[in-house]
């Protein structure tokens, strides 16, 4: 049973449908229009239509019975694994990977390849967190590659989920992208929500939720630029998007550099890598860091958008 209340604070007037999808963007603005019209959503304890205007001091409350759960399984996949202990692991996933099973595609994923792992060594992964993501502690884009964090135990998963709360796990990304930014180093701080209409992207919205994205060019051409960037939240696409909003998108990215897709290098997504974590170990509280090099597809564009560039991973 999916339960939740709220109390609509904002002076300016928001669609209820609007207002839930942005809160509850796991569910589509079409889901929840639906719950709205079957009477699952009320303000004020009444029954009213999607496009009801939110006034100050209203409160809303669903309850939606949720679907069953469908059964995962794990398959021998290919596992880049980076560190093991017998709390956590540190993968190093492949570009093309999805990281966790949904109702619409139970397999070929990062969870399926852990549970298989888990059981052919005997262990098992932390089930605090959502049915269909168990240990995945952060995640990553399926197009994006590089380091994650898995909690095997309930006390790593707890610790791990914390920290990131707390902006005590560093990630570090390499991105491509096309042209230059205007400054050499800076902040992207955009709040982010949901797109009300294409709902496979996100972009920039005073109403959305927070977003802070570190960034640092480290070379550039004439058409292209390579970003370090780190993230002091984590949302979902967040890099992609603040790129996008800035007009200099990730090279290759099939959702947000639409516009220029005549100069793709390739179908296999965007050229983005999470190259580096460091965290405090969830339990011996020993300081952890963690590099890897992008995979083959990324160094075969860059060094095609930045000829004679040699990559260094240390700063």
Same mark, same amino acid.
């Given at each position: 049973?999916?339960?939740?209340?709220?109390?609509?604070?904002?002076?300016?007037?928001?669609?209820?449908?609007?207002?839930?999808?942005?809160?509850?963007?796991?569910?589509?603005?079409?889901?929840?229009? $639906?719950?709205?019209?079957?009477?699952?959503?009320?303000?004020?304890?009444?029954?009213?239509?999607?496009?009801?205007?939110?006034?100050?001091?209203?409160?809303?409350?669903?309850?939606?019975?949720?679907?069953?759960?469908?059964?995962?399984?794990?398959?021998?996949?290919?596992?880049?694994?980076?560190?093991?202990?017998?709390?956590?692991?540190?993968?190093?996933?492949?570009?093309?990977?999805?990281?966790?099973?949904?109702?619409?595609?139970?397999?070929? &994923?990062?969870?399926?390849?852990?549970?298989?792992?888990?059981?052919?060594?005997?262990? &098992?992964?932390?089930?605090? =967190?959502?049915?269909?993501?168990? =240990?995945?502690?952060?995640?990553?884009?399926?197009?994006?590659?590089?380091?994650?964090?898995?909690?095997?135990?309930?006390?790593?998963?707890?610790?791990?989920?914390?920290?990131?709360?707390?902006?005590?796990?560093?990630?570090?990304?390499?991105?491509?992208?096309?042209?230059?930014?205007?400054?050499? $180093? =800076?902040?992207?701080?955009?709040?982010?929500?949901?797109?009300?209409?294409?709902?496979?992207?996100?972009?920039?919205?005073?109403?959305?939720?927070?977003?802070? &994205?570190?960034?640092?060019?480290?070379?550039?051409?004439?058409?292209?630029?390579?970003?370090?960037?780190?993230?002091?939240?984590?949302? &979902?696409?967040?890099?992609?998007?603040?790129?996008?909003?800035?007009?200099?998108?990730?090279?290759?990215?099939?959702?947000?550099?639409?516009?220029?897709?005549?100069?793709?290098?390739?179908?296999? =997504?965007?050229?983005?890598?999470?190259?580096?974590?460091?965290?405090?170990?969830?339990?011996?509280?020993?300081?952890?860091?963690?590099?890897?090099?992008?995979?083959?597809?990324?160094?075969?564009?860059?060094?095609?958008?930045?000829?004679?560039?040699?990559?260094?991973?240390?700063?």
């Amino acid at each position: 049973m999916l339960e939740k209340s709220y109390e609509y604070h904002d002076d300016q007037s928001l669609r209820l449908d609007r207002y839930l999808s942005q809160r509850l963007d796991s569910y589509s603005r079409s889901e929840i229009a $639906q719950w709205i019209k079957t009477g699952r959503v009320k303000v004020n304890k009444q029954v009213v239509k999607p496009s009801y205007r939110l006034n100050p001091m209203d409160k809303i409350a669903l309850s939606i019975e949720e679907e069953q759960k469908l059964p995962i399984v794990g398959e021998p996949l290919d596992l880049d694994i980076v560190y093991e202990d017998e709390d956590l692991l540190v993968i190093n996933k492949a570009k093309g990977m999805v990281v966790h099973p949904s109702k619409g595609h139970l397999s070929g &994923t990062l969870v399926n390849a852990l549970l298989a792992y888990a059981q052919k060594n005997h262990f &098992t992964l932390s089930d605090l =967190g959502d049915y269909y993501r168990p =240990g995945i502690v952060h995640r990553l884009d399926k197009d994006t590659s590089g380091l994650m964090v898995v909690a095997k135990s309930d006390q790593a998963y707890q610790a791990l989920l914390e920290d990131l709360a707390n902006h005590q796990v560093d990630r570090k990304y390499l991105a491509l992208i096309y042209g230059h930014l205007p400054d050499k $180093q =800076g902040t992207i701080d955009i709040p982010l929500r949901r797109h009300s209409k294409d709902r496979m992207r996100y972009v920039g919205d005073p109403l959305g939720k927070e977003a802070v &994205t570190h960034f640092k060019q480290i070379a550039q051409a004439e058409n292209y630029a390579l970003l370090r960037l780190s993230l002091e939240t984590g949302r &979902t696409h967040q890099i992609r998007a603040h790129l996008a909003y800035l007009d200099h998108p990730v090279v290759d990215d099939p959702l947000y550099a639409k516009a220029y897709q005549q100069r793709f290098f390739s179908q296999q =997504g965007q050229c983005l890598h999470a190259y580096e974590i460091s965290f405090n170990h969830p339990i011996t509280k020993e300081k952890l860091s963690f590099q890897v090099n992008p995979p083959k597809n990324f160094m075969t564009i860059l060094d095609k958008a930045l000829p004679n560039y040699d990559l260094q991973l240390e700063e």
